[in-house]
Structure formats: structure tokens, C-alpha cells
Nanobody
Framework: QVQLVESGGGLVQAGGSLRVSCVAS????????MGWFRQAPGKEREFVGA?????????DYGDSVKGRFTISRDNAKNTVHLQMYSLKPEDTAVYYC????????????????WGQGTQVTVSS
């Protein structure tokens, strides 16, 4: 049974930093592309970034977070991290990790597995 569990969300002031993590079980994460998405109330799920299975640090990012967020992965621990810097109130959302076998898509509907999400709130 595949399970993705996010952690590390919370409340942070604008300009601050936060790291959220996703631990995968029931799959060999070294064969999966891992994506991060977020969803704010009343909005569609938005692509934050994704990292391929072949690299610990090479990732693609959505325009709204490019230069501020960094994704990394540790396949030995089946863990993916999303490090967020220079946070803005508009970054407030539930953050989800997702997994896709041998692919790194940017559209949420293409992912096979999802975590339950972790809330990130950025105060102004």
C-alpha cells in the first residue's frame, strides 16, 4: 500500500522560511517523479515543483515560486523536501506531495499517488 505523508507545515511570518517534507512508503521512490502542489481555498490545485527520480536536487518549479523554493530528495530515506524561502501571504495553502512512476509531470491529474496535505500559513 502506497502512502505519502507530509509534515512540517505551520504558521510563519512573511519573509520567513519553512521546510515541508514528504515521506513515501510502499514504493521505491528512486523510480518515481515527486511533485509538490498547493491549493488555497477557492482555487485550483497549483503546481509548485517536481523532481525526477534520477537526481537529488535537479527540479522544475512553477513560476510563482521559482527562485524562492527548492526541492530535494533523499532516496535512501524515501523522503522529499520542499524548502521555502521569502514566503509571502499568497503562499498560504495546503501543500501536497504526489508521486508518478517514471515521469515528472506538472499537471496534478497525471499523478498516481497523493499525500493528505499539510497547511502552510503565511501571515503579513
Amino acid at each position: 500500500q502506497v502512502q505519502l505523508v507530509e509534515s512540517g507545515g505551520g504558521l510563519v511570518q512573511a519573509g520567513g522560511s519553512l521546510r515541508v517534507s514528504c515521506v513515501a512508503s510502499g514504493l521505491t521512490s528512486s523510480s518515481f517523479g515527486m511533485g509538490w502542489f498547493r491549493q488555497a481555498p477557492g482555487k485550483e490545485r497549483e503546481f509548485v515543483g517536481a523532481i525526477g527520480w534520477w537526481s537529488a536536487t535537479s527540479a522544475d518549479y512553477g513560476d510563482s515560486v521559482k527562485g524562492r523554493f527548492t526541492i530535494s530528495r533523499d532516496n535512501a530515506k524515501n523522503t522529499v523536501h520542499l524548502q521555502m524561502y521569502s514566503l509571502k501571504p499568497e503562499d498560504t495553502a495546503v501543500y501536497y506531495c504526489a508521486a508518478k512512476y517514471l515521469s515528472v509531470p506538472t499537471r496534478p491529474r497525471e499523478y498516481e499517488y497523493w499525500g493528505q496535505g499539510t497547511q502552510v500559513t503565511v501571515s503579513s
